[in-house]
């Protein structure tokens, strides 16, 4: 990975998670192997990544920080090892460390103090330019770990604030006293598709009774999306991601495939996910009898 490549990252807005991601896959390691200039920064920073590719596709479980101390220890040993090397090598290294810290291990306040100190150990390089914008995303990053970690049953649905497809605000709290099933979806998801007959059904069973419906979609075609909806005639209020890509629900919430769903009762208390067909109509039934 080039300087210019770690640069990017950094503008984009998860850079950490995309270095994590490269960590993973071993993208990193040969790339980093390939660089010019002193060559035993980037040499040993490769090693290390493999190390801990390696370690993360045989890794099961919650990954610890305890379980790669001794691959974290080897980039401190990189900088000890080579303190006259170019500031924008050594800033590198703490880039990959802090990416680690955050998003395999979700330990933001290291990750943070690692990015702190790019700006007070290597001023002059260009990564010491991007550290406020680099606090900010770790600052983002905390708060969807913590919005995910709350998607637990019993615990209430994190709200939203949103424009629907309509031009109408949206959020999860105004149908509080309701029966809720969001629903993260799109058009063009055979599966999300398939289900939408048995989520019509039941809406038409049981609206009356106190049953709605947010869908949240991951169309990118608008103009698609409407057309589905209203050959469908699906009359409960949509949320279109494609109108605020760079700061999605989807992405917020942690979904990862779709169709996801989460059914919230009166409370919005989470109750179940994912329930499909006569499983939804079960739990329906037990939520509006009450």
Excluded at 52 to 77: C, H, M, V, Y
Aim: aromatic share 8%.
């Amino acid at each position: 990975m080039t300087l210019t490549q770690l640069i990017q990252f950094m503008k984009t807005k998860h850079w950490m998670i995309l270095i994590a991601a490269t960590i993973a896959a071993g993208v990193c390691a040969p790339a980093i192997n390939a660089q010019t200039g002193t060559g035993d920064v980037r040499t040993a920073v490769g090693k290390v990544v493999t190390s801990l590719r390696q370690k993360l596709q045989n890794f099961s479980g919650q990954p610890t920080e305890a379980a790669f101390a001794g691959e974290l220890a080897e980039f401190d040993k990189i900088i000890a090892a080579n303190p006259k090397a170019p500031a924008d090598e050594l800033a590198e290294v703490l880039v990959m460390k802090s990416g680690f810290y955050a998003e395999v291990l979700t330990d933001f306040d290291k990750a943070e103090a690692l990015v702190k100190r790019i700006k007070t150990d290597y001023p002059t390089s260009q990564a010491a330019a991007h550290v406020d914008d680099m606090l900010k995303q770790l600052k983002q990053l905390r708060e969807i770990q913590a919005t995910r970690a709350a998607l637990q049953p019993g615990k209430v649905f994190p709200d939203f604030s949103v424009t629907d497809i309509a031009g109408k605000p949206l959020t999860v709290s105004q149908f509080k006293g309701k029966v809720v099933l969001i629903d993260f979806w799109a058009t063009w998801c055979p599966p999300c598709v398939a289900e939408i007959p048995n989520v019509l059904a039941a809406y038409q069973k049981y609206h009356d009774k106190g049953f709605e419906i947010i869908g949240i979609s991951l169309d990118r075609d608008k103009d698609a999306l409407l057309k589905y909806i209203e050959q469908q005639k699906m009359p409960w209020p949509q949320y279109f991601e494609g109108d605020n890509p760079q700061n999605t629900l989807s992405e917020k919430y942690g979904v990862e495939t779709i169709p996801t769903t989460y059914l919230l009762d009166a409370e919005g208390k989470i109750v179940a996910t994912d329930l499909r067909g006569n499983d939804l109509e079960q739990q329906l039934e037990k939520l509006l009898a009450k």
